[in-house]
C-alpha cells in the first residue's frame, strides 16, 4: 500500500504563488508516477501535472509556463510549484501516485481571490 500526504494549499491573490508537496510511503517501487489533479465545485477532476521517477514532464495547457513539477525521488516527494496563480486555478489538488492502481492523497484546497 501507499499513504500520500499532501499540503501547501491555501488563500492567494491572484498573481500569487504557492508550492504544493506531496509525500509517498509505503510499497513504493523503483519507477512510479506522481503529480496533482484538481477538481472545482461542481466540475469534473482534470490532470495538472505528472512527473516519473525519470524525470518526465506532463502539464496541462491551462498551467504551461505557470507550474512547475519536480520530485526528490530520495524522499519519495513531488512538488508543484504553482506562480502566476489566477482565479480559475481555485480548486482542491489532489496528489497522484501510480505504479498499478492509482493512490490519492486527501487533497489541498488553493482559493485565488481576484
Given amino acids: 500500500q501507499v499513504q500520500l500526504v499532501e499540503s501547501g494549499g491555501g488563500l ?9 508537496s506531496c509525500a509517498a510511503s509505503g ?12 477538481q472545482a465545485p461542481g466540475k469534473q477532476r482534470e490532470l495538472v501535472a505528472t512527473i516519473t ?3 518526465s514532464t506532463n ?3 491551462s498551467v504551461k509556463g505557470r507550474f512547475t513539477i519536480s520530485r526528490d525521488n530520495a524522499k519519495n516527494t513531488a512538488y508543484l510549484q504553482m ?3 489566477k482565479p480559475e486555478d481555485t480548486a482542491v489538488y489532489y496528489c497522484y501516485f501510480r505504479v498499478g492502481v492509482a493512490s490519492w492523497g486527501q487533497g489541498t484546497q ?3 481571490s481576484s
Avoid: E, K
Wanted: hydrophobic content about 40%; charged content about 10%; aromatic content about 12%.
Fill in 83 to 85: 506562480n502566476s496563480l
Fill in 53 to 55: 521517477t525519470g524525470g
Fill in 12 to 20: 492567494v491573490q491572484a498573481g500569487g504563488s504557492l508550492r504544493l
Fill in 27 to 38: 510499497s513504493i517501487f523503483s519507477r512510479n508516477v506522481m503529480g496533482w489533479y484538481r
Fill in 59 to 61: 502539464y496541462a495547457d
Fill in 110 to 112: 488553493v482559493t485565488v
